[in-house]
């Protein structure tokens, strides 16, 4: 199994990001897939998931309404859209194949500051 996350960045407050995560080694089209994050000093904190087999989506209340979960099943590809991002949202993002996120990729680094 691997994931490779990519697209993170350094971001004004209100700004977007997009973050990919590029995923092998498993059946991907039937699986839950997973964002969790890690703030500087902070645990892993759970932020969506989704079923690539179907369009069930779930989201933190702390991103709801702001950040959107999909995939490119074809791709193998699972994404997060981020809008509206604030200061709060700066950490460490994993792709991952549970929500503790002990199945995770490398993570890719999201900074949102002015």
């Known amino acids: 199994v691997q994931l490779v996350e990519s697209g993170g960045g350094l971001v004004q407050p209100g700004g977007s990001l997009r973050l990919s995560c590029a995923a092998s080694?498993?059946?991907?089209?039937?699986?839950?897939m997973y964002w969790v994050r890690q703030a500087p000093g902070k645990g892993l904190e759970w932020v969506s998931s989704i079923y690539t087999g179907g369009v069930i989506t779930n989201y933190a209340d702390s991103v709801k309404g702001r950040f959107t979960i999909s995939t490119d099943n074809a791709k193998n590809t699972l994404y997060l859209q981020m809008n509206s991002l604030k200061p709060e949202d700066t950490a460490l993002y994993y792709c991952a194949l549970d929500s503790a996120g002990s199945k995770r990729g490398q993570g890719t680094q999201v900074t949102v500051s002015s």
């Open positions: 080694g498993f059946t991907f089209s039937r699986s839950w």
